[in-house]
């Protein structure tokens, strides 16, 4: 795609996508029509670049996280979708449904996102819902949910959002 491109999506099932250096709206056809398995990742963009994500769904289908957004200085919304973190019953960690490191304006609205359980193994804790990092953030009409603990270990459970450094409003 274009810088600048407003692309829509049909209704269907696809793979991850990333969003580096340029303007786009990426938008589905109506919520919970589009679904995108792994991620969708948008990094690096400058102060004049911009992102919207409107009506998605997208849930980890292995390790990543499925919404990861880092090192941007443009503004990105994102609206109307479902992220949905990976779940696991081995000993592996389950990860965030969100990062947002160093990102200048981030504004979601009416998002759910869900962090994945507790690995099987007991060795590690439930995620964070959102895990943010130096990023500026506005929140509106957004549920966050980190994942549970795992059972019988004693690890706890995730934050629905971890916000370190940066703001929320």
Not at 143 to 163: A, F, H, I, V
């Amino acid at each position: 795609a274009a810088d600048g491109d407003r692309i829509l999506v049909r209704a269907g099932t696809y793979n991850r996508f990333a969003i580096e250096h340029k303007s786009l709206s990426v938008i589905g056809v109506r919520p919970g029509a589009v679904l995108v398995q792994y991620r969708a990742s948008i990094q690096r963009l400058t102060s004049n670049q911009s992102v919207i994500l409107r009506n998605l769904l997208i849930t980890s289908t292995w390790s990543p996280i499925p919404l990861d957004l880092r090192d941007n200085l443009g503004a990105i919304t994102v609206e109307d979708s479902i992220f949905n973190g990976w779940k696991t019953n081995s000993i592996y960690n389950t990860h965030e449904a969100a990062i947002i490191l160093r990102c200048r304006a981030v504004t979601l609205t009416r998002c759910t996102f869900r962090a994945g359980p507790g690995a099987a193994s007991g060795i590690y804790h439930g995620s964070h819902g959102i895990r943010s990092v130096d990023a500026h953030l506005v929140m509106y009409d957004c549920q966050s949910t980190g994942g549970r603990q795992t059972e019988g270990y004693g690890k706890p459970g995730g934050d629905g959002l971890n916000l370190r450094g940066g703001s929320l409003f």
